[in-house]
């Protein structure tokens, strides 16, 4: 059984479609990267796997249940976790409740607990800071954990949206476009971060991304879209080869991106 | 509970004690008259209408135009529980609140019912329509009383009990906030697509944040009815709803102490200026548009007044006496604390809101030293104005 | 069956009212995402300039609803301008709570300007000849009220769906950024549209004094506010909506005020906030509108 599997997925807006007629599958531990043209409908895949669309036809299966109809907190809990393209914090709150708030579906101590402070609620508060400051730890975030997202450069809030993300303790985690406004250092290091994590944390990981350095470095299975459907998969040695891929992104060979 | 917050605490409840040790003396002694004792119940009936409401607009992000509305079913039923249950007195008081409480809460389920599990604008057109409705209600019924209103309500509410549930108020939306209910509740006013996005079931708390606010609007209700000891519909209406609003916005949305501050003030400034009824409402409403475009975070922004900031300002006034300040409230970045990441959500720093000097007037901690210091040591305090507004960028990516 | 058609008419005829103060909330809304609470007020103020354009400065009715509809379309676009375009980028909390302000502001300006006492429109319509419908009579007006209301509104959507401006309208309401970038400018788009939605609630509020001729500060609240449930009705937004939900719900209405039983006649307010909560519980986006889907 895969891990994910998408089964003729498609949406439509109106008179568009953005994604159609789309299958692929993730197995644990993979890395998958999805790449394609501005508007190709990388972002709407997303948008549908966490449950912010309904497919208006095809299927979902994590851990080969559907999740199709599912709400967004659901897909969470069963363990999918996300990052936004274009980035959402939570703005006014520090890097460190950013994460806490990631854990919200694994504390369970009860509204009681909070009004009445009782042990659960400290025990609980305690191992979840803990937990919280080493994710950020990974990610070199330790040091500013008391800053207000807001406050913090660019680099440095597309990280702590992972480890918001990581929080949850996802199965499947889908980063899209990580590395975007990072420059080649921070890039580099994103990558190996995002490599230990994989490790670390057992996930399967589905990356969008248009830095084809990162993405041919990365990623072990590539899925290329344009227009919603997909034009090209396979191992990142034969998409550098692929004729379609290559048009698609309109004379902009590959070679010279990477 | 850990050593650091058990001390904390005993330190937040000896405050409250010192404060209402002196208030109750100065009553008891006779130095403060009684018209200036029912100013002084009127204010914490205010800070707790403040605060709730704060709650549901200020940490929750939605705006409630019918608060009013919920403190009138707390204060009808708990009235009704006092004129018919033949229950010893306060024994049918504390019923009266705990019902009111209830029934407020009740109201504010069925009225969120509708709004909450939508996106958008719709709690407050709906409380709107529940503020408006609420009160035709009340005028048709029989049991209400009518258009005549209620009257012989007894007069229990004292100052004690007023204070001590503005205390019991302040604490609950405090041990809310610092928790993992609470951080949903602001992760949803942040940014509620992000919150969703990390397991929060936005509708459940939306629902719970504003239930909550609802109940403690209804005990303010039941005290409120027990100190008038008349009710007649129209006092809440839309007008009294509004008043509310302006002290939630005036205080700071989000701040619970602002919440009490400007509930002092704007309970106060009507009854010192006379024929100012007239021009209360013109003046709020310019007052408003003047904080949303200049200074939307209103008096203390998401800050808090808390012991850190006296600690603070003690050191900065009485320079060596720093030493018995215990190093840790110092706020190092990496020392966890739950104080130090939860509630300071305007800037990791708990320093007194607000680059306005003409804020800082309204501080009580304000005595001319201080007031002196402060403009001298803004820097050395750490006040920054970073977190100041805190609405002006929250919901750019919505369009 | 005369009774429900002299009904009907008369909801009809509020219907067109709320319809024509609906649209300036929806196109309002579909342009900068406010709810514009002070709109109900616009309404108010327009019947105050109508009021004085007819008995201080003696104009002629039709004159008198001109002038109201220009004053209060320039005090739309000032409201705009002042308090409302600072806040552009601003969290839909302050923006709101600014709305809230502006009307409280008009209605309390105006009863220290006016007094809170109510006064009265003059009849300008007691020379005109009733039509009877069974044994129950009509007045000419109510039909002159429908019938301009709907050429206004028929001109409007000629205007906005044929002409350059009106189409640029539509592209701002569509994506404000975007539009922006073709070079439309969208800060006169929005005045403008702030300017018609005013001026059709100054035109409302002269046909609401041809059946309610009291004119008072807080006179604009509840129409205000049934408007906007008739915009929520057709669907938020959306300009063809807003004309159907606010016919439906002034039909809506009259039927409750005819068939409830008077002993419950204050609740027949109510009725039209069961119908926003059965809105909001059905169909969210309204009659005409799409599910809205947010772009994350
Ligand atoms: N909510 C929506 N309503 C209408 N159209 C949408 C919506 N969301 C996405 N689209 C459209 O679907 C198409 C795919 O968008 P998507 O954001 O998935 O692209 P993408 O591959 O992520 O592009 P980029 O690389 O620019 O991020 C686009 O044409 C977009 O305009
Ligand atoms: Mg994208």
Request: hydrophobic share 50%; aromatic share 8%; net charge neutral.
């Amino acid at each position: 059984m895969h891990l994910l599997e998408v089964n003729e997925m498609s949406i439509q807006f109106g008179g568009l479609k953005a994604v159609d007629d789309i299958t692929f599958s993730v197995d644990k531990g993979e890395i998958l990267g999805l790449i394609g043209p501005n508007g190709a409908g990388k972002t709407t895949i997303f948008n549908l796997l966490t449950s912010v669309y309904t497919p208006t036809s095809g299927d979902i299966l994590l851990n080969g249940k559907s999740i199709v109809g599912n709400t967004t907190w659901q897909t969470v809990d069963s363990g999918m976790a996300r990052t936004f393209q274009n980035i959402r914090l939570f703005k006014n709150l520090s890097a460190l409740d950013n994460v806490r708030i990631g854990f919200h579906g694994l504390e369970h101590y009860s509204l009681a607990a909070t009004l009445l402070r009782l042990p659960s609620y400290w025990r609980d508060e305690k191992a979840l800071t803990q937990k919280a400051l080493a994710i950020l730890d990974i990610f070199g975030l330790k040091d500013i954990a008391g800053v207000q997202a807001q406050n913090l450069p660019y680099g440095q809030q597309r990280k702590l949206e992972i480890c918001r993300a990581l929080a949850s303790n996802p199965q499947l985690l889908l980063l899209d476009e990580p590395a975007a406004g990072m420059n080649p250092t921070e890039t580099q290091e994103l990558m190996s971060m995002i490599r230990f994590v994989k490790e670390h944390f057992d996930l399967a990981i589905i990356l969008i991304e248009h830095d084809m350095s990162l993405v041919m470095n990365i990623c072990e299975r590539l899925i290329v879209l344009d227009y919603g459907r997909i034009i090209a998969r396979g191992l990142p040695e034969e998409i550098k080869q692929n004729q379609a891929v290559i048009t698609a992104y309109l004379g902009n060979p590959l070679e010279e991106e990477a | 509970m850990p050593k650091k917050k058990i001390r904390s605490y005993l330190i937040n409840i000896a405050a409250a004690l010192l404060v209402f040790s002196v208030v109750y003396l100065a009553l008891q002694l006779g130095w403060i008259n009684s018209y200036y004792r029912s100013i002084l119940i009127l204010i914490c009936i205010n800070s707790i209408m403040t605060i709730s409401l704060n709650l549901a607009t200020g940490l929750l992000g939605e705006l409630c135009l019918g608060h009013a509305g919920f403190m009138a079913v707390g204060a009808y039923t708990a009235a009704l529980i006092s004129l018919n249950s033949g229950l010893s007195p306060y024994l049918s008081l504390t019923l009266g609140i705990l019902t009111g409480a209830v029934t407020a809460g009740i109201t504010a389920f069925i009225v969120g019912i509708p709004a909450l599990r939508l996106r958008g604008d719709y709690l407050a057109i709906i409380t709107l329509a529940f503020g408006q409705i609420i009160t035709i209600l009340i005028r048709s019924l029989g049991f209400t009383g009518g258009a005549l209103g209620l009257n012989g309500i007894p007069l229990l509410t004292d100052f004690p009990l007023t204070f001590w549930m503005l205390i019991v108020t302040m604490y609950i939306v405090y041990a809310l906030i610092r928790s993992r209910q609470g951080r949903a509740i602001l992760a949803i006013r942040e940014d509620d697509i992000a919150a969703e996005a990390s397991g929060i079931n936005v509708t459940h708390y939306k629902m719970l944040a504003f239930v909550i606010s609802a109940m403690l609007a209804g005990v303010a209700g039941a005290l409120y009815a027990h100190y008038q000891g008349v009710l007649t519909p129209e006092k809440f209406d839309y007008n009294y709803s509004i008043d509310f609003m302006v002290m939630v916005v005036f205080g700071g949305m989000g701040s619970i102490t602002g919440s009490i501050l400007a509930a002092v003030v704007l309970t106060i400034l009507p009854q010192l200026l006379y024929g100012f009824s007239d021009y209360r409402m013109l003046l709020y409403s310019i007052l408003l548009i003047a904080l949303m475009i200049f200074k939307p975070s209103g008096l203390l922004g998401q800050k808090e007044l808390s012991q850190r900031v006296f600690q603070r300002l003690g050191r900065q006034l009485w320079g060596k006496k720093a030493q018995t300040v215990p190093a840790e409230t110092d706020i190092p970045t990496t020392v966890v604390d739950e104080d130090t990441y939860l509630t300071e959500q305007g800037s990791g720093d708990s320093g007194v809101g607000g680059s306005s000097t003409r804020g800082q007037e309204n501080l009580p901690v304000s005595g001319t030293p201080i007031a002196e210091a402060e403009g001298k040591h803004q820097e050395r305090l750490g006040l920054d104005t970073q977190g100041d507004e805190p609405l002006a960028r929250k919901q750019k990516g919505r369009r | 069956m005369t009774y429900f058609i002299t009904q009907f008419i008369n909801g009809l005829q509020i219907g067109a009212i709320y319809a024509l103060i609906a649209l300036g909330y929806t196109m309002v809304y579909g342009i900068i995402k406010l709810i514009n609470f002070a709109h109900g007020d616009l309404m108010m103020v327009g019947a105050y300039i109508a009021f004085f354009a007819l008995s201080n400065w003696g104009l002629p009715i039709y004159l008198a609803a001109a002038v109201s509809m220009v004053g209060t379309a320039i005090l739309g676009v000032v409201i705009d301008r002042i308090a409302y375009k600072p806040l552009r980028d601003a969290s839909r909390l302050s923006a709101l709570i600014t709305a809230i302000a502006v009307s409280l502001l008009l209605q309390n300006a105006c009863m220290l300007l006016f007094s809170s006492s109510p006064r009265r429109f003059p009849t300008v319509t007691a020379n005109l000849p009733t039509i009877s419908i069974g044994n129950s009579t009509v007045n000419v007006i109510v039909f002159i009220s429908i019938a301009l209301a709907i050429a206004l509104m028929i001109i409007l959507n000629l205007f906005v769906n044929k002409t350059r401006i009106g189409k640029a309208m539509l592209a701002v309401s569509e994506d404000m950024r975007a539009a922006q970038l073709m070079g439309i400018n969208v800060d006169f788009i929005v005045s403008l549209t702030f300017a018609i939605g005013s001026a059709l609630a100054a035109f409302a509020a002269v046909l609401y004094l041809f059946s309610y001729p009291q004119i008072e500060p807080y006179m604009g609240a509840m129409p205000g506010i049934k408007a906007f449930i008739a915009a929520v009705l057709g669907g938020i937004g959306i300009i063809p909506g807003a004309m159907v939900g606010g016919f439906l719900l002034g039909i809506i209405e009259s039927m409750a005020k005819a068939y409830i039983p008077s002993a419950f006649s204050q609740v027949t307010d109510a009725v039209v906030f069961l119908v926003l909560i059965l809105v909001l519980l059905i169909k969210p986006s309204g009659l005409m509108g799409k599910p809205e889907k947010v772009k994350v």
